[in-house]
């Protein structure tokens, strides 16, 4: 309980302390506090990691999306339905014990689905093994918040543990760069305006993580919030999607409140029960993941033009290396790219070359001996 409490006064006190010019200082060391604390009730020292399951899954498929929510709101059922997968169901809570998976196939792309134990508030703190629960999508590449028509106050209690296990939802990463060296202070440079945080304020964070010589960089606007999150070093940057389950039991009026909570997000209204809106949540899944097609190209033959590859957006050529074949990083000379992401033809290209849609690509690998 202690460091829970003291995680507790930390919260009141930023709460009750009035954002201004001359407490934003104070309020940003209080918050880099509060994360290291935050970091410590998910990893504590000595612990030896707890007796029971565990929620390590392995990522197979083109992309992996996980059920997150409380219990008993239709997540095995949805599962059941959406891919080949056999979770048990019960009309009771805490059905699940483990994370099952299975795997859904839709417009070309095979989507690992995840039906993780229904979380509940103080689940960040470990309460009902959820530490262990959320600590396991930390790595999936959507998450999909599910509730029931008739508990719209449940998806801030879903994001508020989620975010207290460093999950940031519908965010990209701060472009922030930190170089450490060994005296001269901290130098911050900024490309852009900082209008939510100060240079002072950015040196006392560095100093509640011990840095107190390095060069920043920073080409956000960023916050207080963004500055540790880039600082930590740890942080996983998911999309959502909200599914409202269970619409064969509301009224309109019920569905209407659920609508003004969600209308501003990527939402689907289904019931996994009488299977309403299913082809519509596939949709949704395979839409919020955003996959592009890669057509590939052996070296010295013809692109196959008629089985692309699905891929993630923003993947990087090294992500298809890994899709391959598990040497062919290891062994990796260059690539060759022809389409949208290609300055010209045939563009030589190294692992980090983010790829587009439709692009062409020929990996060129050592051979053996070489």
């Not at 709101?73 to 994370?99: D, H, M, Q, R």
């Not at 093994?129 to 028509?149: F, Q």
């Not at 289904?270 to 839409?287: A, R, T």
């Not at 298809?320 to 074949?325: E, Q, R």
Request: charged residues 25%; neutral net charge.
């Amino acid at each position: 309980m202690g460091v829970q409490e003291d995680i507790r006064k930390l919260e009141d006190e930023i709460k009750n302390t009035q954002y201004n010019k001359a407490t934003q200082k104070h309020i940003g060391k209080l918050k880099s506090k509060l994360a290291k604390l935050r970091e410590e009730s998910q990893n504590p020292s000595g612990s030896g990691g707890s007796a029971g399951p565990s929620y390590a899954i392995r990522k197979t498929g083109d992309a992996t999306v996980a059920f997150v929510g409380f219990p008993s709101v239709g997540k095995s059922t949805l599962l059941n339905k959406l891919t080949n997968a056999n979770s048990e169901v019960g009309a009771y809570a805490f059905t699940t014990l483990t994370i099952i998976p299975g795997l859904m196939e839709h417009k070309g792309a095979k989507i690992q689905v995840l039906d993780a134990p229904g979380i509940i508030s103080g689940a960040s703190f470990g309460r009902g093994r959820g530490s262990e629960v959320l600590a396991a999508v930390r790595n999936v590449d959507l998450i999909m918040v599910i509730v029931d028509v008739f508990s719209p106050e449940h998806i801030p209690v879903i994001e508020r543990e989620l975010s207290n296990v460093g999950i940031r939802l519908d965010q990209i990463p701060p472009e922030v760069k930190i170089a450490k060296r060994d005296r001269g202070g901290v130098a911050v440079n900024t490309t852009l305006p900082l209008s939510k945080i100060d240079e002072d304020t950015v040196v006392a964070i560095l100093g509640e993580y011990k840095i107190h010589n390095a060069d920043i960089v920073i080409r956000d606007d960023v916050d207080a919030d963004q500055l540790i999150d880039s600082v930590m070093g740890n942080r996983s940057y998911i999309p959502t999607l909200v599914i409202i389950n269970k619409i064969d039991l509301a009224d309109q009026e019920s569905l209407d409140i659920m609508e003004s909570e969600v209308h501003e997000r990527p939402h689907v209204f289904v019931s996994g029960h009488k299977e309403i809106n299913l082809e519509e949540l596939k949709d949704k899944i395979f839409d919020t993941l955003g996959f592009i097609k890669l057509y590939l190209k052996p070296q010295g033959k013809k692109a196959d033009m008629t089985d692309p590859l699905i891929i993630l957006k923003n993947s990087k050529v090294k992500d298809v290396c890994n899709k391959l074949h598990r040497d062919f990083v290891k062994n990796f000379r260059y690539a060759q790219v022809w389409g949208p992401s290609a300055k010209h033809p045939g563009q030589r290209v190294g692992l980090d070359h983010v790829l587009g849609d439709g692009d062409i690509l020929s990996i060129v690998v050592k051979k053996s001996g070489q």
